[in-house]
C-alpha cells in the first residue's frame, strides 16, 4: 500500500512538471531557434565581410580598374592615374555595399542577444573599412605629391613613413599583416560565440529533462518531448 502511494505521488509530481514543460516549452523553442538562425547568420555575415576585405585591399588590379570617379578639372593623364589608383577600393568596395548595409542592420539584434563582445566584433569590421577609406583618401594626395612637391629631409622623411603606413592597410601585404589579423581575430571570435549556440554541449538540465521523458514514457504518461 505504501509503495502504491508513493507511485502515485511520483507520478503526479512528474504529470505537474509535464503540464510546466507543456506551457514553457513553446516559448524556449521558438527563442532557441532564433538564437541558432541569428548565430548562422551572423557567422554567414563574417565569412563575407572578409572575403570583401580581402577583395578590396588585393594589391592586384586590371587596366581602368578605379576609373569610375569624377575627373577633377585641368586633370592630368598622370594625376588622373594617381587618383583612379587610389579610387579602386572605393569602386569595390561598391560590389559589397549590401553586405555592410545587411551587417550593420544585424550588429544590433546579435549584440541584444549574444552580448557585447559580438557587438564589439561589428564595430571592428566598420573601424577597419574606415580605415582603409582614409588611408585611400590620404595615398591620393601622397602619390600625387610624390616627386611633385618640394620638401626638405625631414618632411620627406614624414611623408614617406606616412605613406607607407597606409599602403600598409590600403594594401593586403600578405605575412604580418595586421589589418588581415584584425579581421581574422574578430571572424574567430564570433565562430567562437556562435558554435557554441549552434551546435551546443549537452547541459546539465538537458540530461534532467532526458531522465524525466524516460521515467514519464516508463510510467505510461505522455512524452515530454
Not at 594625376?79 to 555592410?100: C, G, P, Q, W
Not at 594594401?171 to 571570435?189: A, C, L, P
Amino acid at each position: 500500500m505504501a509503495w502504491s502511494t508513493v507511485i502515485q505521488t511520483f507520478s503526479a509530481m512528474v504529470a505537474a512538471i509535464s503540464v510546466l514543460f507543456g506551457v514553457t516549452s513553446w516559448r524556449r523553442t521558438e527563442l532557441g531557434k532564433r538564437r541558432v538562425d541569428l548565430a548562422e547568420e551572423t557567422v554567414e555575415i563574417f565569412g563575407k565581410l572578409r572575403d570583401a576585405f580581402q577583395h578590396i585591399r588585393s594589391p592586384f588590379s586590371f587596366s581602368g580598374e578605379g576609373s569610375s570617379r569624377e575627373r577633377n578639372e585641368g586633370e592630368t593623364p598622370e594625376e588622373s592615374e594617381i587618383l583612379d589608383r587610389a579610387n579602386i577600393v572605393f569602386e569595390r568596395y561598391r560590389k559589397y555595399e549590401n553586405t555592410f548595409n545587411r551587417a550593420y542592420a544585424l550588429k544590433f539584434r546579435a549584440k541584444a542577444y549574444f552580448g557585447k563582445d559580438v557587438g564589439n566584433c561589428f564595430d571592428e569590421m566598420f573601424i577597419i573599412r574606415a580605415e582603409i577609406f582614409s588611408a585611400a583618401q590620404s595615398l591620393a594626395r601622397s602619390w600625387r605629391d610624390q616627386g611633385r612637391r618640394k620638401m626638405n629631409q625631414g618632411q620627406l622623411a614624414q611623408h614617406i613613413e606616412r605613406m607607407h603606413k597606409n599602403e600598409e592597410i590600403f594594401w593586403e601585404t600578405g605575412g604580418e599583416d595586421e589589418i588581415k589579423k584584425r579581421i581574422n581575430n574578430s571572424v574567430q571570435r564570433i565562430e567562437d560565440v556562435c558554435t557554441g549556440i549552434i551546435q551546443p554541449r549537452p547541459t546539465l538540465k538537458v540530461h534532467a529533462k532526458s531522465i524525466c521523458c524516460a521515467i514519464a514514457r516508463y510510467i505510461g504518461l505522455a512524452s515530454y518531448e
